[in-house]
Nanobody
Framework: QVQLVESGGGLVQAGGSLRPSCAAS????????MGWYRQAPGKQRELVAA???????NYADSVTGRFTISRDNAKNTVYLQMNSLKPEDTAVYYC??????????????WGQGTQVTVSS
């Protein structure tokens, strides 16, 4: 079993910054892609940013230039540095990881979500 635990969300004024993190633990052989998704009320969950094990990154157009995803493979942890936050960034942010729990067996896991609220 694998657990993803997020922390670092919160309430911030527009223009401010937050840096949520997500730590994976449990039966982990290795982790491929890790990513952050978000879901605002009444909207579908959407990809915010993703990072491959080797460091290649991918961002949604709406956050490019403002958000930076990074990871520490030794700690099985992914981070999302969010700068210049806007009210439209308000959502529950979920961490996702593509985990090998044996040499060949893999599955995707989700964190419980962390609320990010940006006030205008």
């Amino acid at each position: 079993q694998v657990q993803l635990v997020e922390s670092g969300g919160g309430l911030v004024q527009a223009g401010g910054s937050l840096r949520p993190s997500c730590a994976a633990s449990g039966r982990i052989f290795s982790i491929n892609d890790m990513g952050w998704y978000r879901q605002a009320p009444g909207k579908q969950r959407e990809l915010v940013a993703a990072i491959a094990r080797g460091g290649t990154t991918n961002y949604a157009d709406s956050v490019t230039g403002r958000f930076t995803i990074s990871r520490d493979n030794a700690k099985n942890t992914v981070y999302l540095q969010m700068n210049s936050l806007k009210p439209e960034d308000t959502a529950v942010y979920y961490c996702n990881a593509d985990v090998y729990y044996t040499y060949t067996a893999r599955s995707k896991y989700w964190g419980q979500g962390t609320q990010v609220t940006v006030s205008s």
